[in-house]
């Protein structure tokens, strides 16, 4: 069974610090990982991975995949309060299908 | 990326009735996709919503509780029939632009509140 699992569930961190996430797989017909944040209802989109090793990078959140440990990791340096969110990591597999991990609730505070 | 609006944005519906939520893309796209967010899980996907066709349902989703509509390509529709607590839930449609396009973008949500 395809599945995608998030390590922490969650987080707490004061300003400033450095955080990494945890995201691991295991699916069949793997096309991409994908980060999202989650604020209150909409998941809003943060990186799409396909490449091993090719770390993609958006101001102080950056992203790598490990296509042969099956696993990636989302970083956020330097952390605000306005960090505070769900992060959710998916897998999309077979047939354009998203499997969604629970999520790493991160809490940064001032 | 697109741009989602969904309606209504929230709602509190009584046990046994069902509530229409509608998706409007500002562009077409070729996949729609409505995913069901229950507190504090994550998102599942309920099924595939196929412009001209019905819908592709995941397993554990049935078209006679939640059936779906697409006439076009910027526009689909959730139905949540004869609802029951269980049914309480955020709501999220999300679309793709083609299918070369992996990333999907989601709209704004429906928080289903079921008394």
């Known amino acids: 069974e395809d599945k995608v699992v998030q390590s922490p569930l969650s987080l707490v961190v004061h300003e400033g610090d450095t955080v990494t996430l945890n995201c691991s797989y295991e699916?069949?017909?793997?096309?991409?990982l994908l980060w999202y944040k989650q604020e209150k209802k909409a998941p809003t989109f943060l990186f799409m991975l396909t490449s091993s090793g090719i770390e993609k990078k958006s101001g102080r959140l950056s992203s790598i995949l490990d296509k042969k440990e099956l696993f990636s990791i989302l970083n956020i340096t330097a952390t605000q309060t306005g960090d505070s969110a769900v992060y959710l990591c998916?897998?999309?597999?077979?047939?354009?299908?998203?499997?969604f991990g629970t999520g790493t609730r991160l809490k940064v505070s001032a | 990326s697109a741009v989602i609006s969904q309606k209504p944005s929230r709602d509190i519906c009584q046990r046994g009735t069902s509530l229409t939520i509608q998706c409007q893309v500002d562009s077409q796209v070729t996949m729609m996709f409505w995913y069901r967010q229950q507190p504090g899980q994550s998102l599942t996907l309920i099924a595939t919503?196929?412009?001209?066709?019905?819908?592709?349902?995941e397993s554990g989703f049935v078209i006679d509780k939640f059936p779906i509509s697409r006439p076009n390509l910027t526009f689909s529709t959730l139905t949540v029939s004869n609802m029951s607590p269980e049914d309480s839930s955020i709501y999220l449609c999300?679309?793709?632009?083609?299918?070369?396009?992996?990333?999907?973008?989601f709209g704004p949500g429906t928080r289903l509140t079921v008394t």
């Open positions: 998916a897998v999309d597999g077979k047939n354009y299908k998203y499997i």
């Open positions: 919503a196929n412009q001209g066709s019905e819908a592709t349902y």
């Open positions: 999300s679309v793709a632009r083609d299918r070369a396009e992996y990333e999907q973008y």
């Open positions: 699916v069949t017909n793997f096309r991409s």
